[in-house]
């Protein structure tokens, strides 16, 4: 097989090995067989002496990894019976533990688009480089899904309600956000990146960042922090749409009309999964919990809906089951949080030992 025909590259240069996600065509997104040769090349390096450090990047000039095959999980919603997407998921989320607690340093290229199933290989990782082009976002909630791969772990830990905010809304953001949320560690220049790979490679960890790293370019998100935070504390999605409209602030009210173009259903178990998620302690915890979501919405109209509306017919107008906020109960919300009648992930437990958040 070519390397254009690889899914995942894997090669080693000097003491630095590398994964490159190889799908540029597809902007990186990742699918099953991806997942597991990620994990596979994990495993090796683990017990190679010879490799110090590990580093995850994308093929391609838009990004490192665009999110999940959701054309797939669309496809097995709507024909199959799931079992697919809950597997290839089962596998995804038990990769994203394991690069939280992975014991070789794991840096991620978060260079350009950075979202959905990208944020799960990159930003558990130990060292997490944004740069001038990065974009991320957990844009779930806009295809009638819930953030998942540890997002609402990461995301319940920002500052205040910018967590909340990220989550409910899907809002891209740039390198600055990123590290003020905890998504990520360093600046460093797009163009400096492949001589920062060759450092990886010949020399100790702390000394080729330093070399490269630059100070951070401001954000957007902290001169919004005093609405977020006010808007965003309220208990019920249809309060915080209300604060935000209420509040006077321009960028509050676009916000709240954003909010009314997402899945209901999403945007209420989102804000359920962000506030449980603050209440659990680790990663695994957060991933068992985010694994029970995504099997339920595999049962739901929405997740199809979603797809279909943004990535399949592109039409941009998803028609959402229910079609308001006060339709949807909460023991709509409650169901998808209930144990799952087929096995649950399980990753959590008193072998787990997640590395803390940066």
């Known amino acids: 097989m070519t390397d254009a025909a690889r899914p995942v590259l894997v090669t080693t240069t000097g003491q630095a090995a590398r994964l490159t996600l190889n799908r540029p065509r597809a902007l990186n997104a990742l699918d099953h067989t991806m997942v597991g040769l990620i994990d596979d090349a994990l495993t090796a390096w683990e017990h190679d002496p010879a490799v110090t450090v590990v580093v995850v990047t994308g093929a391609g000039e838009r990004g490192l990894c665009a999110g ?3 054309r797939a999980v669309h496809d097995d919603a709507r024909d199959g019976d799931g079992t697919a997407a809950a597997a290839f998921w089962y596998d995804e989320y038990h990769l994203n533990a394991r690069i939280a607690r992975y014991p070789k340093p794991y840096v991620a290229f978060m260079d350009g688009i950075v979202m959905g199933g990208g944020v799960g290989i990159s930003a558990h990782g130990s060292v997490r480089i944004v740069t001038e082009r990065t974009r991320m976002a957990m844009p779930e909630t806009g295809i009638g899904f819930v953030p998942d791969v540890g997002g609402t772990y990461l995301l319940s830990r920002a500052p205040g309600e910018l967590g909340t905010h990220l989550a409910l809304t899907g809002a891209q953001f740039g390198a ?22 060759d450092d990886l490679a010949a020399r100790p960890l702390a000394d080729a960042l330093a070399r490269h790293v630059r100070p951070l370019p401001e954000g957007e998100l902290a001169a919004r922090r005093e609405w977020i935070d006010a808007c965003y504390a309220a208990d019920s999605v249809e309060e915080i749409v209300e604060r935000l409209l209420a509040h006077g602030d321009p960028d509050a009210k676009e916000t709240a009309e954003v909010l009314l173009t997402r899945s209901p259903t999403a945007l209420k178990v989102t804000l359920a999964a962000i506030r449980r998620a603050r209440r659990l302690t680790t990663l695994e915890q957060t991933l068992d919990q985010e694994y029970r979501v995504s099997c339920h919405a595999l049962t739901t109209p929405d997740l199809v809906e979603g797809i279909r509306a943004q990535i399949i017919d592109k039409d941009r107008h998803p028609r959402w089951h229910p079609a308001s906020l006060p339709e949807v109960s909460a023991t709509d919300v409650t169901r998808f949080f209930t144990p799952l009648p087929t096995p649950e992930l399980s990753l959590s437990g008193p072998e787990s030992t997640p590395k803390p958040l940066p």
């Open 176 to 197: 600055g956000d990123a590290v003020l949320t905890g998504l990520a560690d360093h600046f460093v220049a797009s163009d400096a990146l492949d001589a920062l790979l």
């Open 68 to 70: 999940g095959d959701i």
